[in-house]
């Protein structure tokens, strides 16, 4: 089924990869390692390869990041560093769920952090919504989301991000961005619709 979504979204995930390859590195933050490393897993080739080496050059100066969990299996942080935050506020930093998904092999997923992505996190299909979805495609990854879990509280997310996918790319790097990310996290998700685009 893999083979198939590298299929269906080729062109596109090609596209966000040579863009990305090609984005100013004085401009780039520390998601993008996270992002780029993704893309790069989904979607091998030289361009999503090298936006992944310069992202995560610039990543790995922030040493004591729990995202780094990400590309470094021995790393370690104290349950409080991904669980201290409330999944009540609609407007909370939208990396701590994700940092908590990462962890919850670990630390543990609260159920309020499963309701709080799959609704009051979300915006319409922006970046809220797709960290939302990418949170909980974390914590199904790590096995702390049973698939029927995850089908139910991403069925709503994931109609949001496709509806709110453009036809075209940009013109602006956040549009770019977040088109990018509605593509990658749809893909990671299962999603095999010949629509996204």
């Known amino acids: 089924m893999l083979a198939l979504a590298l299929v ?4 596109p995930a090609d596209r966000a990869a040579e863009w990305l390859a090609k984005f100013p590195t004085e401009q780039l933050k520390f998601d993008a390692a996270v992002g ?3 893309l790069a897993r989904l979607r091998p080739s030289p361009a ?3 936006a992944y080496e310069r992202a995560r050059g610039v990543a790995d100066k922030d040493t004591d990041h ?3 969990r990400f590309w470094l299996t021995d790393y370690s942080v ?3 560093a991904v669980t201290k935050w409330q999944p009540t506020d609609p407007k909370v930093n939208l990396n701590r769920p994700i940092d908590e998904a990462l962890w919850c092999d670990v ?3 609260r ?3 499963v309701t709080y992505a799959s609704g009051p996190m979300r915006d319409g299909g922006g970046y809220r919504s797709t960290h939302a979805l990418w949170a909980l495609i974390i914590a199904r990854d790590r096995k ?3 698939p029927k879990a995850f089908e139910k509280a991403t069925a709503d997310v994931r109609v949001e991000l496709k509806k709110a996918q453009p036809v075209d790319i940009g013109p602006a790097s956040l549009d770019v961005d977040l088109y990018a990310e509605r593509l990658l996290f749809l893909l990671l998700a299962g999603e095999r619709d010949t629509t996204l685009s």
């Open 8 to 11: 269906v979204a080729a062109a």
């Open 36 to 38: 780029t490393g993704e």
């Open 48 to 50: 999503s390869k090298l």
């Open 66 to 68: 729990p995202q780094r």
């Open 78 to 80: 104290a349950k409080s």
């Open 107 to 109: 630390h543990g997923l």
């Open 111 to 113: 159920p309020e952090t």
């Open 144 to 146: 702390c989301l049973e």
